[in-house]
């Protein structure tokens, strides 16, 4: 009973958290990429704009769903909750940091006694295969949507996408085995337990680093394949705006297109925090504990609060007086929030991860803004001529040393 | 609570399968299958197989299937096209299929009569450590034959596909 309350607790707040993140992962993505191309961004609805994506899931609710009368109606409606229920099932075992004790407390005259439970909804032990197996399953809801639109345009589209994924997947199974031979386990909590400690008291053991066979260029191959694999820039020929009118979802409207969009953004999600598990060492910090690493990131949260209270002091537009400072005292509560003791050791393993995770999502954008798209026969020779020969050369050569030192 | 998803996946499994046959168009007949082979992955997993379970839905249900899917949308095969059953196939049908029905059920409970019945949670070995051992000491020649099996098919294939461009 009490494992059964502790999950839902756990599975509406993962929800409520990952939805939100969602919407707000493409108010990032806009920001950035105007910020890189010298542009504003969106800045009207709400300060800086950050209410654009409550504006923007608002408006996708209450337009009106066209359903084009030539597709195939049962498989065009079906494509985009496939999709994104394919997407949503691999958060479920991503686990965000190390583990919750709450001490015995008492509510109304009954004790709750004390809780346990780790940051995750499930610890799968063949979790790295089971987020394989979901992410391949994923492709049928872009390939059905392309073809039930009956859609020259959007058949192409889920055509190349399912060629696409199908290539990429590949040399990013061949990059993930790798690191799996020095964890030597499945369980995504195994392995990232496995990148514990540090070599000479201060270089981290994650597995980019680890010995006998630092895999940076598996983690370099992984984070390739995985732009395939969410069809992001520069491999998006799936939505080609240039080539294929917008691809797969070229007849999706309203919730249905809201719906590839967020399939697409959590796919994204979830393809970081994999990353981050199999190469960064999860919520293991850059140094140990012992030389400050606990402080970083509530001194980067305090320093980006002074910056905003410097800028809403001295304003450059009128209404920066009124809502920089309101975002630093936010940024200087979540600093002291996280220096409070008894939260130290949930939230600055939490932290780590997060900051890994929204890095690699940066990359995920910053590349966007910058690089153009590959034509699409350089993509599928990139994919079988260069990656697959080098993961499979880099796996041999890991394998090697891990049995040469065992 | 174990039975009533066995029940669940198996029934999903046997109305999947049967979709298959049913279904007139190739798309729905190749998602059906693709029905059958996740209830089959969610089976596995209920016996303990966890690693038999991914890979089913890695290999089946992902890879191979979405080829099929893949090809018959490249084809962009249509309806199937049905003409009259012959005379044969209505008479000896249903009576054929009791007969294969009934066979199976006899050779079944004549192979595995001294086995009870399985228990859900007994199985544990399940994961890829156990295979990957038994795989590389006990199996290892078949291991190592199916490998070069599919070498030569793999370059079969590509022979083949040569052939055509020229």
């Known amino acids: 009973m009490e494992f059964l309350i502790i999950t839902l607790v756990k599975l509406a707040l993962i929800t409520f958290v990952f939805m939100t993140a969602l919407a707000y992962l493409q108010w990032v993505e806009r920001k950035v990429i105007a910020h890189v191309q010298v542009r504003m961004g969106p800045s009207r609805v709400g300060p800086h704009g950050l209410l654009q994506p409550l504006a923007d899931v608002i408006k996708l609710i209450t337009k009106e769903g066209v359903l084009p009368p030539h597709v195939n109606t049962g498989y065009y409606l079906a494509a985009p909750f496939l999709a994104v229920f394919m997407a949503l099932i691999s958060i479920s075992i991503i686990p965000f940091g190390t583990e919750i004790n709450i001490p015995a407390f008492t509510v109304a005259g009954t004790t709750v006694g004390p809780i346990h439970t780790m940051m995750e909804l499930a610890n799968v032990n063949v979790g790295v295969l089971m987020i394989l197996g979901v992410s391949g399953m994923g492709v049928y809801g872009i390939a059905l949507a392309g073809w039930s639109s009956n859609n020259k345009y959007a058949l192409l589209g889920g055509l190349r996408s399912s060629a696409q994924m199908i290539s990429y997947e590949l040399p990013m199974s061949l990059a993930i085995a790798s690191p799996l031979l020095a964890a030597g386990t499945l369980s995504l909590r195994g392995i990232a337990d496995s990148q514990a400690g540090y070599y000479l008291g201060f270089i981290p053991r994650w597995a980019i680093f680890q010995m006998p066979a630092p895999q940076i260029l598996a983690f370099i191959i992984f984070m390739i394949a995985a732009f395939a694999e969410t069809n992001r820039i520069p491999f998006d020929l799936p939505e080609a705006e240039n080539e294929l009118v917008a691809g797969f979802h070229v007849e999706y409207s309203s919730m249905t297109f809201a719906a590839f969009f967020m399939a697409e953004y959590a796919n994204m999600v979830t393809v970081c925090s994999v990353g981050t598990l199999l190469f960064l060492g999860g919520w293991h910090p850059l140094w140990p504990a012992s030389m400050g690493s606990n402080f970083v990131i509530p001194a980067i949260l305090a320093g980006s609060g002074a910056i905003c209270l410097y800028h809403g002091l001295n304003p450059a537009r009128p209404f920066d007086r009124y809502t920089l400072p309101v975002f630093a005292a936010i940024f200087f509560g979540l600093a002291a929030l996280m220096l409070y003791p008894p939260l130290v050791p949930v939230l600055t393993p939490l932290a780590w991860f997060l900051a890994k995770l929204a890095f690699l999502l940066f990359l995920f954008v910053w590349i966007r803004a910058t690089l153009p798209r590959f034509r699409y026969d350089q993509l599928m020779s990139f994919a079988w001529k260069f990656l697959f020969p080098v993961a499979l050369a880099n796996l041999l050569i890991t394998g090697f040393l891990v049995a040469l030192v065992q | 609570m174990d039975v009533f998803f066995f029940s669940l996946f198996a029934f999903i499994a046997l109305i999947c399968a049967i979709n298959v046959v049913l279904q007139k168009h190739p798309i729905s ?137 020229d």
């Open chain 2, 29 to 165: 007949s190749a998602l059906s299958l693709v029905g059958v082979m996740a209830s089959l992955a969610v089976l596995y997993l209920m016996l303990g197989a966890e690693f038999v379970a991914m890979a089913q839905l890695i290999v089946y249900a992902g890879a191979i299937m979405v080829l099929f899917v893949f090809v018959i949308m490249l084809l962009n095969a249509g309806v199937e096209q049905h003409k009259g059953r012959s005379w044969v196939a209505r008479l000896l049908g249903l009576p054929a299929f009791v007969a294969l029905l009934g066979l199976l059920c006899y050779f079944v409970q004549r192979t595995f009569s001294g086995t009870g019945s399985v228990k859900f949670g007994d199985f544990t070995g399940g994961g890829a450590l156990p295979i990957g051992a038994a795989l590389f000491t006990d199996y290892l020649l078949p291991f190592e034959v199916t490998s070069v099996l599919i070498l030569i098919a793999i370059v079969g294939a590509i022979v083949l596909a040569r052939k055509e461009m």
